[in-house]
Nanobody
Framework: QVQLVESGGGLVQAGGSLRLSCVAS????????MAWFRQAPGKERERVAA????????LYPNSVKGRFTISRDNAKNTVYLQMNSLRPEDTAVYYC??????????????WGQGTQVTVSS
């Protein structure tokens, strides 16, 4: 069992940057695969980044590759999403998610409350 608490969302101009943080409870955090998802109104939920617990492997879709970076600090039970060169189409609610698995793809078991990211033109 893990609880996720997110922070760092806000309003930013196009071309700007934001860093999202997600703090997880539980001493088993280091064995959880972590990910960030986003969902905009009328759109399907989309995984924008994932990171493994064992080898640090990461996964990004083409829509954010080269602009977003996921990282984790297991000592602080925290995962980050650094978002650079933001675009209006990045506007969405961003969710932190976790799963007790080595797989980066598939269903995630635990979710944060979401944090709004709004990118203005």
């Amino acid at each position: 069992q893990v609880q996720l608490v997110e922070s760092g969302g806000g309003l930013v101009q196009a071309g700007g940057s934001l860093r999202l943080s997600c703090v997880a409870s539980g001493r088993t955090f280091g064995t959880y695969t972590m990910a960030w998802f986003r969902q905009a109104p009328g759109k399907e939920r989309e995984r924008v980044a994932a990171i493994s617990w064992n080898d640090g492997s990461t996964l990004y879709p083409n829509s954010v590759k080269g602009r977003f970076t996921i990282s984790r600090d297991n000592a602080k039970n925290t995962v980050y999403l650094q978002m650079n060169s933001l675009r209006p189409e990045d506007t969405a609610v961003y969710y932190c998610a976790a799963r007790a698995s080595t797989y980066l793809r598939g269903s995630y078991d635990y979710w944060g409350q979401g944090t709004q990211v709004t990118v203005s033109s």
